[in-house]
């Protein structure tokens, strides 16, 4: 179901007099408030160890439950994409990196099913290499279980959401060239 089929008031004064707007946005009759559809930033990390290993995550809540993944998760209001990474990935791992080792590679669209709602988001991708310590990880927030795994372990069917498999995809395919 798309965003636009889900709202059946408008968000500004409750009328349920919503009409189509083109095709990304509802327009209430009653108040003129227009309601249009763009996607929520969110970030994704490709966060690499010295041995060229990624850090992959294990779902522990829907959507996509026990499937791999990136750690990141949605951009907060007021925060640079690059700040959203650095807290993601302590909220997730525990690692906490300064915002230098974020460098950003790509975006991807994608949709997002929360609360029984879908968000259009833009998927910001970021490559973390870490320093030379290993640092320790441990899977917290969200996440059931953090592995590193070698190119070579990666199966980007494996991986639940579209984007983050477009993603990983992508990266792979720059490691080859």
Request: aromatic fraction near 10%.
């Amino acid at each position: 179901m798309s965003q636009r089929e889900t709202f059946d008031y408008c968000p500004r004064c409750g009328a349920d007099r919503l009409e189509a707007h083109g095709i990304k946005a509802q327009h209430c009759q009653r108040c003129g408030f227009t309601y249009y559809h763009n996607p929520s930033a969110a970030v994704a990390l490709l966060v690499r160890d010295l041995r060229g290993r990624l850090l992959v995550a294990t779902r522990g809540k829907e959507p996509a439950k026990g499937t791999l993944d990136l750690p990141g998760g949605f951009v907060d209001k007021g925060e640079t994409g690059e700040e959203a990474a650095q807290r993601e990935l302590y909220e997730e791992s525990g690692l906490r990196l300064p915002t230098e080792q974020f460098v950003y590679a790509f975006s991807l669209p994608n949709s997002y099913l929360y609360s029984d709602f879908l968000v259009p988001t833009l998927d910001l991708f970021y490559i973390v290499q870490l320093p030379s310590e290993m640092p320790t990880v441990r899977a917290m927030d969200d996440v059931a279980q953090l592995s590193w795994l070698t190119p070579a372990e990666i199966d980007p069917s494996r991986f639940g959401l579209i984007s983050i498999r477009q993603g990983i995809a992508r990266y792979l395919s720059s490691l080859a060239d």
